[in-house]
Protein backbone atom coordinates (compact mmCIF):
# COMPACT_ATOMS: atom_id res chain seq x y z
CA UNK A 1 0.00 0.00 0.00
CA UNK A 2 1.63 3.15 -0.90
CA UNK A 3 0.38 5.92 1.09
CA UNK A 4 -0.05 9.85 -0.10
CA UNK A 5 -1.26 12.62 1.72
CA UNK A 6 -2.07 16.17 -0.28
CA UNK A 7 -1.73 19.13 1.97
CA UNK A 8 -3.93 21.80 1.49
CA UNK A 9 -4.50 25.56 2.90
CA UNK A 10 -8.21 25.11 3.17
CA UNK A 11 -11.11 21.98 1.50
CA UNK A 12 -12.08 24.34 -1.07
CA UNK A 13 -15.53 23.04 -2.37
CA UNK A 14 -14.37 23.14 -6.19
CA UNK A 15 -11.89 20.52 -5.51
CA UNK A 16 -13.97 18.04 -3.91
CA UNK A 17 -14.42 16.31 -7.12
CA UNK A 18 -10.57 16.70 -8.06
CA UNK A 19 -9.77 15.01 -4.79
CA UNK A 20 -12.32 12.16 -5.07
CA UNK A 21 -11.25 11.30 -8.69
CA UNK A 22 -7.11 11.26 -6.87
CA UNK A 23 -8.32 9.03 -4.12
CA UNK A 24 -9.64 5.95 -6.33
CA UNK A 25 -6.60 6.21 -9.15
CA UNK A 26 -5.30 3.09 -7.94
CA UNK A 27 -6.85 0.54 -5.07
CA UNK A 28 -3.05 0.35 -3.74
CA UNK A 29 -3.05 4.35 -2.75
CA UNK A 30 -4.27 5.20 0.73
CA UNK A 31 -4.94 8.64 -0.24
CA UNK A 32 -5.99 11.19 2.13
CA UNK A 33 -6.74 15.30 2.35
CA UNK A 34 -5.35 17.14 5.03
CA UNK A 35 -6.08 20.97 5.32
CA UNK A 36 -6.67 23.95 7.21
CA UNK A 37 -10.35 25.27 8.55
CA UNK A 38 -10.99 29.04 9.68
CA UNK A 39 -13.44 30.63 11.84
CA UNK A 40 -13.56 33.85 10.52
CA UNK A 41 -14.75 35.41 7.18
CA UNK A 42 -11.78 36.46 4.59
CA UNK A 43 -13.74 36.15 1.11
CA UNK A 44 -12.77 32.47 0.90
CA UNK A 45 -15.54 30.40 1.17
CA UNK A 46 -14.28 26.68 2.76
CA UNK A 47 -16.12 23.41 2.46
CA UNK A 48 -16.73 21.93 6.29
CA UNK A 49 -19.41 19.02 5.09
CA UNK A 50 -18.89 15.42 4.89
CA UNK A 51 -15.95 13.89 1.98
CA UNK A 52 -16.15 11.03 -0.01
CA UNK A 53 -12.57 10.35 0.39
CA UNK A 54 -10.19 10.65 3.39
CA UNK A 55 -10.05 14.12 4.94
CA UNK A 56 -8.69 15.54 8.27
CA UNK A 57 -9.01 19.32 9.00
CA UNK A 58 -6.89 21.77 11.30
CA UNK A 59 -7.65 24.94 12.87
CA UNK A 60 -5.86 27.56 11.22
CA UNK A 61 -4.29 30.27 13.31
CA UNK A 62 -2.61 33.36 11.65
CA UNK A 63 0.05 35.75 12.62
CA UNK A 64 1.00 39.19 10.91
CA UNK A 65 4.67 39.79 11.27
CA UNK A 66 5.74 43.46 9.53
CA UNK A 67 4.14 42.47 5.78
CA UNK A 68 4.24 38.65 6.22
CA UNK A 69 1.59 36.81 7.09
CA UNK A 70 2.72 33.59 9.16
CA UNK A 71 0.35 30.49 9.10
CA UNK A 72 -0.09 27.78 11.31
CA UNK A 73 -2.22 24.93 11.66
CA UNK A 74 -2.47 22.83 14.92
CA UNK A 75 -1.90 19.62 14.80
CA UNK A 76 -1.44 18.81 11.81
CA UNK A 77 2.32 18.07 11.75
CA UNK A 78 1.59 15.10 14.26
CA UNK A 79 -0.94 13.80 12.08
CA UNK A 80 1.42 13.67 8.91
CA UNK A 81 4.00 11.92 10.91
CA UNK A 82 1.53 9.43 12.54
CA UNK A 83 0.47 8.55 8.99
CA UNK A 84 3.71 8.55 7.73
CA UNK A 85 2.48 8.77 4.33
CA UNK A 86 5.37 7.72 1.36
CA UNK A 87 4.46 10.49 -1.24
CA UNK A 88 3.61 14.34 0.51
CA UNK A 89 2.09 16.95 -1.94
CA UNK A 90 2.05 20.19 -0.23
CA UNK A 91 1.30 23.24 -1.67
CA UNK A 92 3.88 25.56 -2.21
CA UNK A 93 3.16 28.08 0.94
CA UNK A 94 6.58 28.85 2.06
CA UNK A 95 5.09 31.19 4.79
CA UNK A 96 2.58 28.40 6.78
CA UNK A 97 5.38 27.18 9.65
CA UNK A 98 3.66 24.14 9.42
CA UNK A 99 4.32 23.13 6.11
CA UNK A 100 7.80 24.09 6.45
CA UNK A 101 8.31 20.97 9.36
CA UNK A 102 6.22 18.80 6.99
CA UNK A 103 8.61 19.41 4.40
CA UNK A 104 11.56 19.24 6.48
CA UNK A 105 10.32 15.86 7.88
CA UNK A 106 9.65 14.63 4.78
CA UNK A 107 13.05 15.25 3.73
CA UNK A 108 14.87 13.88 6.59
CA UNK A 109 12.65 10.69 6.26
CA UNK A 110 13.44 10.52 2.30
CA UNK A 111 9.41 10.53 1.43
CA UNK A 112 9.11 11.91 -1.86
CA UNK A 113 8.05 15.35 -2.03
CA UNK A 114 5.80 17.11 -4.61
CA UNK A 115 5.05 20.95 -4.07
CA UNK A 116 1.89 21.85 -5.85
CA UNK A 117 2.98 25.84 -6.76
CA UNK A 118 0.46 28.60 -8.16
CA UNK A 119 3.25 30.82 -8.61
CA UNK A 120 1.82 33.67 -8.10
CA UNK A 121 3.34 36.29 -5.41
CA UNK A 122 0.79 39.03 -3.22
CA UNK A 123 3.59 41.85 -3.78
CA UNK A 124 3.15 42.74 -0.16
CA UNK A 125 6.77 42.41 0.36
CA UNK A 126 9.73 44.83 -0.56
CA UNK A 127 13.71 45.69 -0.87
CA UNK A 128 15.20 43.51 2.01
CA UNK A 129 12.19 41.97 3.30
CA UNK A 130 11.60 40.82 -0.19
CA UNK A 131 15.51 39.36 -0.81
CA UNK A 132 14.49 37.64 2.70
CA UNK A 133 11.08 36.47 1.57
CA UNK A 134 12.61 34.65 -1.68
CA UNK A 135 15.32 32.86 0.40
CA UNK A 136 12.37 31.62 2.60
CA UNK A 137 10.61 30.40 -0.58
CA UNK A 138 13.69 28.64 -2.25
CA UNK A 139 15.00 27.22 0.84
CA UNK A 140 11.04 25.29 1.14
CA UNK A 141 11.40 24.66 -2.69
CA UNK A 142 14.33 23.01 -2.33
CA UNK A 143 13.40 19.95 -0.61
CA UNK A 144 10.99 19.13 -3.21
CA UNK A 145 11.40 15.95 -5.34
CA UNK A 146 9.04 16.94 -8.21
CA UNK A 147 7.12 20.45 -9.20
CA UNK A 148 3.14 20.13 -9.91
CA UNK A 149 2.15 23.86 -11.21
CA UNK A 150 -0.69 25.74 -11.94
CA UNK A 151 0.03 27.35 -15.08
CA UNK A 152 2.86 27.75 -17.97
CA UNK A 153 3.64 30.94 -16.11
CA UNK A 154 4.04 29.11 -12.65
CA UNK A 155 6.54 26.44 -14.34
CA UNK A 156 8.71 29.27 -16.24
CA UNK A 157 8.52 30.93 -12.17
CA UNK A 158 9.82 27.41 -10.82
CA UNK A 159 12.62 26.76 -14.09
CA UNK A 160 13.73 30.94 -13.16
CA UNK A 161 14.69 29.19 -9.75
CA UNK A 162 17.30 26.94 -11.19
CA UNK A 163 15.40 24.11 -11.10
CA UNK A 164 15.38 21.10 -13.69
CA UNK A 165 12.99 21.43 -16.42
CA UNK A 166 12.02 17.58 -15.62
CA UNK A 167 11.23 18.62 -12.27
CA UNK A 168 8.13 20.21 -13.43
CA UNK A 169 4.67 19.17 -14.79
CA UNK A 170 2.40 21.86 -15.60
CA UNK A 171 -0.95 20.39 -14.76
CA UNK A 172 -3.11 23.56 -15.73
CA UNK A 173 -5.40 24.25 -12.88
CA UNK A 174 -9.00 23.77 -13.85
CA UNK A 175 -12.70 22.68 -13.30
CA UNK A 176 -14.80 19.96 -13.05
CA UNK A 177 -16.41 19.80 -16.36
CA UNK A 178 -18.37 16.48 -16.20
CA UNK A 179 -21.02 17.79 -13.85
CA UNK A 180 -21.16 20.73 -15.81
CA UNK A 181 -21.78 18.87 -19.37
CA UNK A 182 -24.20 15.95 -16.99
CA UNK A 183 -26.34 19.35 -16.09
CA UNK A 184 -25.39 21.42 -18.88
CA UNK A 185 -29.45 21.92 -20.17
CA UNK A 186 -30.73 22.42 -16.42
CA UNK A 187 -28.24 25.42 -16.29
CA UNK A 188 -29.31 26.85 -19.48
CA UNK A 189 -32.71 26.54 -18.09
CA UNK A 190 -31.85 28.28 -15.12
CA UNK A 191 -30.07 30.97 -17.11
CA UNK A 192 -32.82 31.55 -19.01
CA UNK A 193 -34.98 32.54 -16.08
CA UNK A 194 -32.19 34.87 -14.51
CA UNK A 195 -31.95 36.98 -18.00
CA UNK A 196 -35.89 37.14 -17.73
CA UNK A 197 -36.02 38.04 -14.11
CA UNK A 198 -32.87 40.72 -14.02
CA UNK A 199 -34.25 41.71 -17.66
CA UNK A 200 -30.84 41.10 -19.41
CA UNK A 201 -31.76 40.15 -23.15
CA UNK A 202 -31.52 43.40 -24.28
CA UNK A 203 -28.47 44.31 -22.44
CA UNK A 204 -24.61 43.16 -22.37
CA UNK A 205 -24.35 41.96 -18.89
CA UNK A 206 -20.75 42.18 -16.82
CA UNK A 207 -20.38 39.67 -13.99
CA UNK A 208 -17.75 39.83 -11.17
CA UNK A 209 -17.99 35.86 -9.16
CA UNK A 210 -15.16 35.87 -6.21
CA UNK A 211 -14.44 37.38 -2.74
CA UNK A 212 -14.71 40.71 -2.01
CA UNK A 213 -11.33 41.25 -0.61
CA UNK A 214 -8.51 44.27 -1.24
CA UNK A 215 -6.67 42.53 -3.59
CA UNK A 216 -9.29 41.36 -6.10
CA UNK A 217 -10.49 44.87 -6.97
CA UNK A 218 -13.99 45.22 -7.38
CA UNK A 219 -14.18 48.47 -6.82
CA UNK A 220 -12.09 49.09 -9.43
CA UNK A 221 -14.52 47.21 -11.48
CA UNK A 222 -17.74 49.44 -10.20
CA UNK A 223 -15.57 52.57 -11.04
CA UNK A 224 -15.28 51.83 -14.55
CA UNK A 225 -18.81 50.58 -14.95
CA UNK A 226 -20.18 53.90 -13.39
CA UNK A 227 -17.77 55.74 -16.12
CA UNK A 228 -19.41 53.42 -19.05
CA UNK A 229 -23.06 53.86 -17.70
CA UNK A 230 -22.18 57.41 -18.72
CA UNK A 231 -22.04 56.77 -22.19
CA UNK A 232 -24.06 53.30 -22.78
CA UNK A 233 -27.66 52.74 -21.41
CA UNK A 234 -28.00 48.73 -22.36
CA UNK A 235 -24.80 47.38 -19.78
CA UNK A 236 -25.59 45.97 -16.38
CA UNK A 237 -23.23 44.74 -13.84
CA UNK A 238 -23.20 41.61 -11.24
CA UNK A 239 -21.46 41.03 -8.55
CA UNK A 240 -21.34 37.85 -6.65
CA UNK A 241 -19.45 37.23 -3.48
CA UNK A 242 -18.76 37.89 -0.38
CA UNK A 243 -16.15 39.01 1.89
CA UNK A 244 -14.70 41.86 4.25
CA UNK A 245 -15.19 44.55 1.80
CA UNK A 246 -19.13 43.40 1.72
CA UNK A 247 -20.43 46.53 3.61
CA UNK A 248 -17.87 48.82 1.29
CA UNK A 249 -19.38 47.43 -1.58
CA UNK A 250 -23.04 47.69 -0.85
CA UNK A 251 -22.90 51.19 0.31
CA UNK A 252 -21.16 52.37 -3.11
CA UNK A 253 -23.52 50.09 -5.29
CA UNK A 254 -26.67 51.56 -3.14
CA UNK A 255 -25.14 55.32 -3.27
CA UNK A 256 -25.61 55.59 -7.31
CA UNK A 257 -29.45 53.87 -7.03
CA UNK A 258 -28.90 52.85 -10.64
CA UNK A 259 -30.81 49.00 -11.04
CA UNK A 260 -28.43 48.68 -13.71
CA UNK A 261 -25.74 47.52 -11.25
CA UNK A 262 -26.45 44.42 -8.75
CA UNK A 263 -24.99 42.98 -5.46
CA UNK A 264 -26.30 39.32 -4.97
CA UNK A 265 -24.44 38.27 -2.71
CA UNK A 266 -22.94 34.99 -1.92
CA UNK A 267 -23.69 31.91 -4.26
CA UNK A 268 -22.24 28.79 -4.25
CA UNK A 269 -24.92 26.35 -5.62
CA UNK A 270 -25.60 26.31 -9.49
CA UNK A 271 -23.59 29.65 -9.32
CA UNK A 272 -23.00 28.60 -13.14
CA UNK A 273 -26.69 29.49 -14.13
CA UNK A 274 -25.43 32.98 -13.42
CA UNK A 275 -21.94 32.26 -15.75
CA UNK A 276 -24.01 31.23 -18.30
CA UNK A 277 -26.83 34.19 -17.93
CA UNK A 278 -24.00 36.58 -18.30
CA UNK A 279 -21.71 37.36 -21.34
CA UNK A 280 -18.74 38.44 -19.99
CA UNK A 281 -16.87 37.77 -16.74
CA UNK A 282 -14.49 40.77 -15.31
CA UNK A 283 -11.74 39.56 -13.03
CA UNK A 284 -10.32 43.19 -11.98
CA UNK A 285 -7.63 42.37 -9.48
CA UNK A 286 -6.46 38.47 -8.40
CA UNK A 287 -8.30 35.60 -8.89
CA UNK A 288 -8.12 32.09 -11.15
CA UNK A 289 -10.95 29.84 -11.40
CA UNK A 290 -14.19 31.91 -12.63
CA UNK A 291 -11.86 32.34 -15.37
CA UNK A 292 -12.55 28.83 -16.01
CA UNK A 293 -16.30 28.75 -15.58
CA UNK A 294 -17.01 31.31 -17.43
CA UNK A 295 -14.93 30.02 -20.67
CA UNK A 296 -16.39 26.60 -20.39
CA UNK A 297 -20.05 28.83 -20.97
CA UNK A 298 -18.47 30.01 -23.67
CA UNK A 299 -18.11 33.79 -22.10
CA UNK A 300 -15.36 35.83 -22.51
CA UNK A 301 -12.81 36.97 -19.99
CA UNK A 302 -12.03 40.24 -18.83
CA UNK A 303 -8.16 40.39 -16.58
CA UNK A 304 -4.85 41.76 -16.25
CA UNK A 305 -2.94 39.68 -13.40
CA UNK A 306 -4.50 37.27 -11.35
CA UNK A 307 -3.00 33.63 -10.28
CA UNK A 308 -0.70 33.29 -13.44
CA UNK A 309 -3.41 30.78 -15.03
CA UNK A 310 -5.16 33.77 -17.51
CA UNK A 311 -1.59 33.55 -19.63
CA UNK A 312 -2.69 30.04 -20.73
CA UNK A 313 -6.71 31.20 -20.65
CA UNK A 314 -6.99 34.24 -21.69
CA UNK A 315 -5.39 35.73 -25.34
CA UNK A 316 -6.15 38.89 -25.72
CA UNK A 317 -8.64 39.27 -28.81
CA UNK A 318 -8.39 35.63 -29.35
CA UNK A 319 -10.06 33.98 -25.97
CA UNK A 320 -10.71 37.43 -24.00
CA UNK A 321 -9.57 40.46 -23.71
CA UNK A 322 -6.75 41.74 -21.11
CA UNK A 323 -5.99 45.46 -19.13
CA UNK A 324 -2.90 46.82 -17.21
CA UNK A 325 -3.06 46.07 -13.77
CA UNK A 326 -4.98 48.74 -11.47
CA UNK A 327 -5.04 50.89 -14.26
CA UNK A 328 -8.82 52.22 -14.61
CA UNK A 329 -8.50 53.27 -17.90
CA UNK A 330 -7.07 50.57 -19.02
CA UNK A 331 -10.30 48.52 -18.11
CA UNK A 332 -12.85 50.81 -19.84
CA UNK A 333 -11.11 50.00 -22.31
CA UNK A 334 -10.90 46.42 -22.33
CA UNK A 335 -14.71 46.29 -21.43
CA UNK A 336 -15.54 48.88 -24.33
CA UNK A 337 -14.08 46.33 -26.79
CA UNK A 338 -16.54 43.35 -25.43
CA UNK A 339 -19.22 46.00 -26.00
CA UNK A 340 -18.60 46.89 -29.40
CA UNK A 341 -17.10 43.88 -30.60
CA UNK A 342 -18.68 42.46 -33.57
CA UNK A 343 -20.89 39.70 -33.49
CA UNK A 344 -18.82 37.17 -35.63
CA UNK A 345 -15.78 37.39 -34.07
CA UNK A 346 -17.81 37.06 -30.35
CA UNK A 347 -18.93 33.89 -31.71
CA UNK A 348 -15.49 32.84 -32.95
CA UNK A 349 -13.58 33.93 -29.37
CA UNK A 350 -16.72 32.41 -27.54
CA UNK A 351 -15.85 28.55 -29.12
CA UNK A 352 -11.84 29.37 -28.54
CA UNK A 353 -12.60 30.19 -25.08
CA UNK A 354 -14.98 27.25 -24.37
CA UNK A 355 -12.51 24.58 -26.26
CA UNK A 356 -9.26 25.30 -24.16
CA UNK A 357 -11.25 24.42 -21.28
CA UNK A 358 -13.13 21.51 -22.73
CA UNK A 359 -9.77 20.22 -23.90
CA UNK A 360 -6.71 21.30 -21.47
CA UNK A 361 -7.67 23.13 -18.33
CA UNK A 362 -10.10 20.83 -16.42
CA UNK A 363 -9.75 18.32 -13.17
CA UNK A 364 -9.54 15.49 -15.39
CA UNK A 365 -6.25 16.56 -17.19
CA UNK A 366 -5.54 17.86 -13.57
CA UNK A 367 -6.06 14.13 -12.73
CA UNK A 368 -3.84 12.84 -15.51
CA UNK A 369 -0.48 14.88 -14.62
CA UNK A 370 -0.81 13.93 -11.13
CA UNK A 371 -0.90 10.52 -11.91
CA UNK A 372 1.73 10.46 -14.14
CA UNK A 373 4.04 12.24 -11.84
CA UNK A 374 2.74 10.09 -9.03
CA UNK A 375 3.79 7.01 -11.15
CA UNK A 376 7.05 8.79 -12.30
CA UNK A 377 8.14 8.94 -8.63
CA UNK A 378 7.18 5.30 -7.29
CA UNK A 379 9.09 4.05 -10.46
CA UNK A 380 12.40 5.67 -9.21
CA UNK A 381 12.15 4.40 -5.73
Known amino acids: MVKIVLISPILQHYR ?13 YDFRVFYGYKLGEDGRPSYRG ?58 RKRKKVFVWACGWEPGRAKGLMLKFKNMLVKSFF ?9 SSKASKYIA ?25 EYYLFKAQKIRKEYEMNDFITFLYVGGLIKEKRPDLLIDAFLLLRKKYNDIKLFIIG ?14 VEDSNIRYLGRIINDVDAYFAASDCLVLPGVGGLALNQAMFWGKLCI ?7 EEDLVIDGVSGYRFKKNDLNSL ?18 SEVARDIIVK ?4 NNMVRHFSNAIEKMLSVQ
Open 16 to 28: LTFYQKLSILDPE
Open 50 to 107: KTQFKSKGFRTYKFKIFPFLLVYNRGMYKAVKDFDPDIVIIQGIAGDITYRRIISWAR
Open 142 to 150: HKADYFLTY
Open 160 to 184: DMGFAEKMIETCYNGIETDTLEDKK
Open 242 to 255: DGPLRNEIVEKIGK
Open 303 to 309: VSEADGT
Open 332 to 349: IDAMERRIKENPQKLQKM
Open 360 to 363: RSNV
